[in-house]
């Protein structure tokens, strides 16, 4: 009888990264569709690559918010894509983490020599969002679809109300407490006694280091001008301390609301996708590897009965893949962490400085500890760029990639993404 395969792993390599620039919700690409914008990026993506009409191993991405007849989006965007047909594709959701599992998906099958290539992506528009009707409305106007006779029709037509036609606009806000995520972060901000002015120097901090990224060229083969724009329009290369505290707080109540527009992500869309690859096939082709995927992990918390904040999964994701790797907190040489909020980077930080937090809620002896501010999001980040949610983790991936590349052989770079439901993705790369 034949034997089966025991597979060896070896680490996938990150070959490259493209991404659109993103856009303020209802600005550039207000009539752009989610498929227009991930198709636009995997395109992008081939022309850096010379991928045109190349079959890879698969394609996988997702959007957090998707019409129906967006059932495999990415399939759809790889048929219209210069990919070759014939490279099979799917969807994946895990919220704002949703680019980065999708990254991790492909990372794994490449490790375990199922593929030789892939593409991981996410895009996702509040523009174009999906509007829906109620469960009665809906009922009524698939018994019309079906009705075979004109009394049928008459019939579900005649148990339309006024009132069902008023459409569901999808909500930022958790089903299960129905808070807003930024509700939700506020809460943890006060409960980790967050102040309103660290809030704002990370968010200028983080304005100023993209623009400064662009000025340099950084962004230059991580970035294809779309629909008119060639940097993400969220950017304030000009954000100040002082102007941000003009800003009135949007989330949470009362005196201790420290949560603006200026320190937390603004609504907004864009696609972004990765290629990754063993480093035979790139070597194959002539393709640089920046960077390696080295291990992941994924945590959620309740959040629903008060055992933790919403975001605060990767506090709990971190330590399982550190003590899994050998590592400390402080063996990085860069940090990203997804600022969906300034007070959720801020809050994160705190708890794995808190030697009562990290005993009590992590099981540790001892706290992770600090890290070196100065290697945090250099380069800029959410609040800076935008968050299309399913976009972001793609950006990030690509962005630490390229990074560790320009900073040379044996480097390693951390990333921390919190996503709604309460969960949370983090990963280790290394150049
Ligand atoms: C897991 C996760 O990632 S969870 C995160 C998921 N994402 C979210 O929940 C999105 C949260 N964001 C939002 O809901 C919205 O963007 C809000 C509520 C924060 C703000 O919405 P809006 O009020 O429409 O914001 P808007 O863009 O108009 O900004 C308000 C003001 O702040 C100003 N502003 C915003 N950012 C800055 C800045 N960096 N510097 C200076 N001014 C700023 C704007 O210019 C505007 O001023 P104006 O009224 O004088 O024009």
Not at 13 to 38: E, K, T, W
Not at 106 to 111: D, H, P, S
Not at 371 to 388: E, F, Q, T
Request: glycine share 10%; with cysteine; net charge negative.
């Amino acid at each position: 009888m034949a034997t089966t395969r025991t597979p060896a792993t070896r680490r996938a390599a990150i070959v490259g990264g493209n991404r659109i620039p993103f856009a303020r919700s209802n600005s550039a690409y207000a009539q752009a569709s989610n498929q227009d914008m991930l198709t636009a990026t995997l395109d992008g993506l081939v022309a850096r690559f010379g991928l045109q009409g190349q079959q890879l191993g698969e394609v996988v991405a997702g959007a957090v918010l998707k019409h129906s007849r967006d059932f495999n989006l990415t399939r759809e965007s790889v048929l219209g894509s210069r990919l070759s047909a014939t490279t099979p594709a799917y969807d994946v959701q895990q919220a704002c983490g949703t680019g980065l599992e999708a990254a991790i998906l492909v990372a794994n099958k490449i490790a375990l020599g199922q593929i030789e290539s892939g593409i991981a992506g996410g895009v996702d528009t509040t523009s174009d969002a999906p509007l829906a009707v109620g469960d009665d409305l809906r009922r009524v106007l698939i018994s019309l679809n079906n009705a075979r006779t004109v009394q049928d029709r008459l019939k579900a037509l005649a148990r339309i109300r006024p009132g069902q036609l008023v459409p569901e606009i999808p909500r930022n806000a958790e089903p299960r407490t129905g808070l807003a995520m930024g509700d939700h972060a506020a809460i943890t901000a006060q409960e980790w006694e967050i102040g309103r002015e660290e809030q704002d120097e990370l968010a200028v901090r983080s304005h100023r280091n993209m623009a400064a990224a662009y000025d340099r060229g950084f962004f230059d083969d991580l970035v294809t001008p779309y629909l008119g724009l060639t940097r993400d329009n969220n950017l304030r290369p000009d954000s100040s301390m002082e102007k941000l505290a003009t800003l009135e707080p949007v989330f949470g109540k009362g005196e201790g609301a420290t949560m603006t527009a200026g320190n937390s992500t603004p609504l907004t869309d864009g696609a972004s996708a990765v290629l990754l690859a063993s480093d035979e096939w790139a070597a194959e082709r002539g393709l640089p590897v920046l960077a390696h995927v080295v291990d992941a992990q994924t945590a959620a918390v309740d959040y629903v009965h008060g055992g933790e904040g919403l975001l605060m999964a990767p506090v709990y994701a971190m330590p399982v893949m550190l003590a899994r790797n050998g590592l400390t907190l402080q063996d990085f040489d860069f940090y990203e962490i997804h600022e969906a909020f300034a007070s959720t980077v801020l809050a994160t930080l705190k708890a794995w400085e808190d030697p009562a937090f990290c005993k009590e809620k992590l099981g540790l002896d001892a706290p992770l500890g600090s890290i070196d501010r100065s290697k945090l999001n250099v380069n800029g980040s959410s609040l800076a760029a935008g968050h299309p949610f399913a976009a972001t983790g793609g950006r990030i991936v690509a962005q630490l990639a390229k990074m560790l590349h320009e900073a040379g052989p044996g480097k390693r770079g951390l990333i921390s993404i919190c996503a709604a439901g309460g969960q949370g993705v983090v990963a280790i790369l290394e150049s």
